[in-house]
């Protein structure tokens, strides 16, 4: 069976033609559209302080969804943990939990930009120990009990919705991360799959269950159109836009990724981040590699609502229907 997700960052550069509650409005929107059309999971992601308005609260955003939605799965991919105060995100997460019924899935990141560590206080230099701890501070404070925080008794409410707790996944681009991972999480989502063998090996030194093959997931993003030509042209800019701006991020960093610098939209068409379709070549593909998930970033790079809408509903209409005669949603 082939499962399909979407993605929101809520970028919006400057030559975005839609407005802030336009592109955040549409987002909440797709995703009740989502779960009705073969989409089973969205990601929503986490920055601070950029210069095209990336998603700074994921968690609110992740509330609005789960108040228009029932089923989709809501995976916050990722919540840079270091830079939120544990018992505030114990409480946030445990309110979220209760209001979605138990369908987000935190993947907790490091981080790794010095310059949203600045800006919010904390110390980048201090995000190992604080991962370390996180997860079992997490659960103490789900636990619904009094329990030791820097000194202190405390106890936090409410509890959550999920028995015994949430399920907290990390996310990661090292074998640092791999192994931490492996020793305090339910699962390890890896930014590079070589990673995911790194996480293996350490669950099978510390004695715990191996966790089968890393689930298929598409390594590119794809877009659907009747003329594949005329709608690249017309979103490419954006999503030059999204591919700049994470690898200019990660050689600042000098942090792996999965993004690369293209100088133009050409360039950009024949790296294998951003695949367009027409509906049969998607239709064809997915017969093809029936046990992959694939993933759609409608507003990409602040691409307007109107333009991302023609791909969601070319394939609800013209790809959707011939996967479902194939048996494969």
Not at 235 to 243: F, G, K, N, Y
Request: with cysteine; aromatic share 10%.
């Amino acid at each position: 069976m082939v499962d399909f997700a979407l993605r929101f960052d809520m970028r919006q550069p400057e030559f975005c033609t839609a407005g802030k509650r336009e592109l955040y409005s549409a987002a909440v929107e797709q995703c009740a559209w989502g779960e009705n059309n073969g989409f089973s999971q969205v990601h929503l992601s986490e920055h601070h302080g950029t210069e095209d308005n990336y998603c700074p609260s994921p968690l609110i955003l992740a509330s609005a969804v789960a108040a228009r939605t029932e089923r989709i799965m809501i995976m916050i991919s990722a919540l840079i943990a270091p830079l939120h105060n544990p018992i505030k995100l114990a409480e946030d997460l445990s309110v979220l939990d209760i209001i979605s019924g138990g369908r987000v899935i935190p993947i907790l990141s490091a981080g790794y930009r010095q310059t949203e560590f600045e800006m919010l206080g904390s110390d980048l230099g201090q995000r190992k120990a604080y991962m370390e701890a996180i997860i079992t501070t997490l659960t103490q404070a789900w636990s619904g009990q009094e329990f030791q925080y820097h000194g202190k008794n405390i106890r936090v409410t409410p509890t959550p919705h999920s028995e015994p707790r949430p399920m907290l996944f990390m996310g990661g681009s090292s074998g640092a991360a791999a192994r931490r991972a492996a020793r305090y999480a339910d699962y390890f989502i890896p930014s590079r799959l070589e990673f995911f063998d790194v996480y293996r090996d350490e669950l099978q030194q510390l004695d715990k269950p191996d966790p089968g093959p890393m689930p298929k997931t598409a390594t590119s993003v794809f877009f659907v159109a009747d003329d594949a030509d005329a709608y690249w042209q017309k979103i490419a800019p954006h999503l030059l836009h999204e591919s700049n701006s994470y690898a200019r991020w990660a050689e600042e960093a000098d942090v792996p990724s999965p993004y690369a610098h293209h100088t133009s939209i050409d360039e950009l068409r024949d790296s294998p981040q951003y695949r367009m379709y027409t509906p049969q070549s998607l239709v064809d593909f997915c017969i093809q590699n029936p046990d992959l998930t694939l993933l759609t970033h409608p507003l990409c790079g602040g691409i307007h609502p109107e333009l991302a809408w023609q791909n969601l509903e070319t394939f609800a209409d013209k790809v959707l229907p011939a996967l479902r005669e194939e048996g494969l949603v």
